[in-house]
């Protein structure tokens, strides 16, 4: 072999050597680059799994099916789901794994305040959410820091967009004379004329437990609305940071004066402040009216069948700013951990579980309104006159959920006492007084 040939023969070899030394080293690096182990936790209770998916097994649960469609789209990238027992203390808990360094790289948790709490673990995304996501999807405003428009984007909107109402059963309500269908009560007075027949021909008007589960449901998802719609969520905002009086919130006496009237008046079942069971005595046909959100909804209509109707919150006054609206929108949120190893891959993930093809993957398993104004019901396959398509009507007109504006020291006093003022252990200002106490950051 001549040295002209010896010396080709020897380039070509180095350079076929080189290359395939990068392919390898590339190939490393990239499996390496793709091989994302990332953990979610999504609650158990209250959350994003609804009430009868809870008695399926975790494989049959929309969020399972969507982490394997996203595995599936991103190869190499596997999402462990972890189901905490407790929402409430998953946010402590998320905290404390944060400030450690080990928090999941994404969790499922309250929106407003309770997240607000959490900054210091979370990572901001205002340059990592894509565009597309905030043109269609709606509840920004209950995970911007301070509720500001401007206020740094802590997480995503959940995909579910809860709406408040009340369950009623049609039966009870025509044995007492009434259509909700034809003619709803859109006052307090015409409702408490409604809740008094309904009262005399031997049936509870409202099934309600205000203080067994820690939460004072009917106030929290019925007597909200009448509270914000007299003094507005700015005021509130102002109130719970120290900054306006409780006690000086007219809205907020009259509207817990009102409350303690439907006990007075024998429209609330009697033993509220002990009661645990009233979903299931109201799918039992022992109560006309219960508080909810969509998630029961499924369960009252696989059980009432076409007796289970929906009932919004009547108005307090019906020439107030806000009329027409219930309480509602994202409780739930996706939130990163600020300490995560995978950030983009982090956002990526939970702006999948809000993308129009996996909201509507999950209709086929839940039904509830959405957080998409890019989805219509037919695309849902609602019926123009189904209860959830009723409550579809307000995803963009809600007013966003009382409780979760208020900081740490009144929503303790709020969830723990509300019921009390229900039930006549405490003054409607004594609540006030007391919310007042505990006011600040």
């Excluded at 979370?122 to 905030?134: E, F, H, R």
């Excluded at 499924?298 to 609206?325: F, H, Q, R, Y």
């Excluded at 969830?415 to 505990?438: C, H, I, N, S, W």
């Amino acid at each position: 072999m001549s040295k002209k040939m010896l010396l080709r023969f020897l380039v070509c070899t180095f350079l076929l050597t080189a290359a395939t030394f990068v392919v390898f080293a590339g190939g490393t690096q990239g499996s390496k680059a793709e091989a994302m182990k990332m953990t979610m936790w999504v609650n158990g209770a209250d959350s994003i799994i609804g009430p009868t998916e809870q008695q399926k097994p975790q494989d049959q649960w929309y969020v399972s099916q969507a982490f394997k469609r996203f595995e599936a789209a991103n190869p190499g990238v596997s999402i462990e789901l972890v189901v905490p027992p407790d929402q409430g203390a998953a946010h402590t808990n998320f905290k404390t794994a944060g400030l450690a360094g080990n928090a999941p790289d994404v969790a499922n948790l309250w929106t407003g305040q309770p997240i607000f709490a959490l900054k210091e673990v979370i990572l901001p995304l205002d340059n990592m959410v894509p565009a597309a996501d905030l043109k269609n999807i709606w509840g920004w405003e209950s995970v911007r820091d301070g509720f500001k428009d401007d206020g740094a984007i802590l997480g995503y909107p959940a995909a579910q967009n809860q709406i408040c109402f009340m369950l009623y059963n049609k039966a009870l309500v025509k044995k007492a004379g009434l259509d909700f269908e034809a003619s709803p009560p859109k006052t307090l007075k015409e409702f408490d004329a409604a809740l008094a027949k309904i009262k005399a021909s031997g049936t509870i008007p409202i099934l309600v437990d205000e203080a067994a589960q820690g939460v004072p449901w009917f106030l929290a998802w019925i007597a909200d609305y009448w509270w914000t719609q007299i003094t507005g969520n700015p005021t509130i905002i102002e109130e719970t940071y120290g900054r306006k009086k409780f006690a000086e919130d007219k809205g907020l006496l009259a509207t817990l004066e009102y409350y303690h009237s439907l006990y007075t008046n024998g429209f609330f079942r009697q033993d509220l402040l002990t009661a645990n069971d009233s979903f299931s005595q109201f799918l039992q046909g022992k109560g006309a009216i219960w508080p909810a959100v969509p998630s029961f909804l499924a369960d009252a209509e696989k059980t009432l069948g076409a007796d289970a109707g929906v009932l919004m919150p009547p108005e307090m006054d019906p020439n107030a700013k806000i009329t027409n609206s219930t309480i509602g929108g994202p409780g739930q949120s996706f939130v990163i951990a600020k300490k995560t190893k995978y950030p983009e891959m982090a956002v990526k993930l939970a702006s999948h579980l809000n993308s129009k093809a996996e909201v509507l993957a999950a209709m086929k398993i839940n039904t509830y309104p959405i957080v998409r104004s890019d989805i219509t019901i037919q695309e849902l396959g609602w019926a123009p006159n189904s209860n959830i398509a009723k409550l579809h009507k307000y995803v963009g007109t809600y007013i966003y959920w009382v409780d979760n504006l208020l900081t740490a020291g009144p929503a303790e006093v709020y969830y723990t006492q509300g019921g009390l003022v229900a039930g006549g252990k405490m003054t409607p200002m004594e609540f006030a007084q007391e919310l007042d106490k505990r006011a600040g950051p």
